[in-house]
């Protein structure tokens, strides 16, 4: 069965410092997401992504977030300057264009 | 406001009971979709419904959506331990343009021996 592919598992990184989480959607999906889930709550929309621009971003991803796919396969969120409080679960999803989102694993991403 | 609650939070339940997780809806949907969560893992998905009246059975859950009330049920019948998990309702509201998902808060759900 296709999978999302997300890497890496876990990140751990210093407060201030860039990280990349990377997402590798099904082949044939035509919508891409980044999902957050801060440790015991529930899961946030942060941007979707359609025909190679954003389609949708919620409040939360502001101008320290970034997103591309910047080789046709790939999909990347980028958090700039991280905080403390971006430490969460990030999920990657892709559907297509009737139904069925798949979610990669996650990356579990600490700041420090 | 696009939102989606879900009770109880929390449930501890006997092995061999019944139970139902609510989930309602602020304003019109597309389409709602169930899904388990492990601890510490994704998020595996149970259901979609789509219709007003959709029924959907898989084992010892059933899944059903009042689209006129706003609101989906998750019924767990005769459970057992390895049901144990935290389920999310989440919703696709037709004002989305990207079809994004809109999750309840979740319910955690042990059961006990």
């Given at each position: 069965e296709p999978e999302v592919t997300q890497t890496p598992s876990h990140q751990v990184t210093q407060m201030g410092q860039e990280v990349i989480l990377r997402c590798v959607p099904i082949s044939n999906h035509l919508y891409f997401y980044w999902y957050r889930q801060i440790l015991g709550q529930k899961v946030e929309f942060l941007v979707s992504f359609y025909n190679n621009e954003i389609s949708e971003k919620s409040e939360i991803f502001d101008d320290q977030f970034s997103v591309e796919r910047p080789d046709g396969s790939n999909f990347t969120l980028k958090i700039r300057s991280t905080k403390l409080e971006d430490s969460a679960m990030y999920f990657c999803a892709s559907s297509e264009y009737v139904l069925g989102y798949t979610f990669g694993?996650?990356?579990?991403?600490?700041v420090v | 406001?696009?939102?989606?609650?879900?009770?109880?939070?929390?449930?501890?339940?006997?092995?061999?009971?019944?139970?139902?997780?609510?989930?309602?809806?602020?304003?019109?949907?597309d389409r709602l979709y169930w899904y388990r969560q492990?601890?510490?893992?994704?998020?595996?998905?149970?259901?979609?419904?789509?219709?007003?009246?959709?029924?959907?059975?898989?084992?010892?859950?059933?899944a059903s959506l009042?689209?006129?009330?706003?609101?989906?049920?998750?019924?767990?019948?005769?459970?057992?331990?390895?049901?144990?998990a935290t389920y999310f309702c989440a919703v696709v509201f037709s004002s989305g343009s990207a079809r994004q998902l809109t999750f309840g808060s979740g319910t955690q759900l042990t059961v006990l021996p």
């Amino acid at each position: 069965e296709p999978e999302v592919t997300q890497t890496p598992s876990h990140q751990v990184t210093q407060m201030g410092q860039e990280v990349i989480l990377r997402c590798v959607p099904i082949s044939n999906h035509l919508y891409f997401y980044w999902y957050r889930q801060i440790l015991g709550q529930k899961v946030e929309f942060l941007v979707s992504f359609y025909n190679n621009e954003i389609s949708e971003k919620s409040e939360i991803f502001d101008d320290q977030f970034s997103v591309e796919r910047p080789d046709g396969s790939n999909f990347t969120l980028k958090i700039r300057s991280t905080k403390l409080e971006d430490s969460a679960m990030y999920f990657c999803a892709s559907s297509e264009y009737v139904l069925g989102y798949t979610f990669g694993s996650g990356t579990r991403l600490t700041v420090v | 406001e696009l939102k989606v609650e879900q009770n109880p939070l929390f449930l501890s339940m006997q092995e061999g009971k019944n139970y139902t997780i609510y989930c309602n809806y602020s304003t019109t949907s597309d389409r709602l979709y169930w899904y388990r969560q492990d601890p510490g893992k994704s998020l595996e998905s149970l259901f979609v419904l789509l219709s007003n009246g959709a029924v959907k059975q898989e084992g010892r859950l059933m899944a059903s959506l009042d689209t006129k009330a706003r609101l989906s049920t998750l019924h767990i019948t005769a459970a057992v331990h390895d049901l144990s998990a935290t389920y999310f309702c989440a919703v696709v509201f037709s004002s989305g343009s990207a079809r994004q998902l809109t999750f309840g808060s979740g319910t955690q759900l042990t059961v006990l021996p």
